[in-house]
Nanobody
Framework: VQLQASGGGLVQAGDSLRLSCAGS????????IAWFRQTPGKEREFAAA????????GYSDDVKGRFTISRDYPKNMVYLQMNSLKPEDTAVYYC??????????????????WGQGTLVTVSS
């Protein structure tokens, strides 16, 4: 199983970025795909999640209204569209796959496959 996260970069506050998470084979089948983020010295925190089948979607309060998670079945991809970026969004962003009950989607321990991370830097 491979997860490939990409799309990070250096942007200014107010700009947009789209992160991509590519899955191999049937990685996403019957799973929840989430984006977490981490800054130095802090714990990895939940940002957004989507159920591959059924399409349930959830966001953290910090990103709700600014970020949009979506999926592309034919391409086996999950995206995180990030708009109105703020300096506090600066972090390494990771995509992850697991099968948690939807109520546990924010639980980092519920995810067993992780991508390598992509760095997002937002300057003020």
């Amino acid at each position: 199983v491979q997860l490939q996260a990409s799309g990070g970069g250096l942007v200014q506050a107010g700009d947009s970025l789209r992160l991509s998470c590519a899955g191999s084979g049937s990685t996403f089948s019957s799973s929840t795909i989430a984006w977490f983020r981490q800054t130095p010295g802090k714990e990895r925190e939940f940002a957004a999640a989507i159920r591959w089948s059924g399409g349930n979607i959830g966001y953290s309060d910090d990103v709700k209204g600014r970020f949009t998670i979506s999926r592309d079945y034919p391409k086996n991809m999950v995206y995180l569209q990030m708009n109105s970026l703020k300096p506090e969004d600066t972090a390494v962003y990771y995509c992850a796959v697991g099968r948690p009950p939807w109520g546990n989607r924010k639980d980092i321990g519920s995810y067993y496959y992780w991508g390598q991370g992509t760095l997002v830097t937002v300057s003020s």
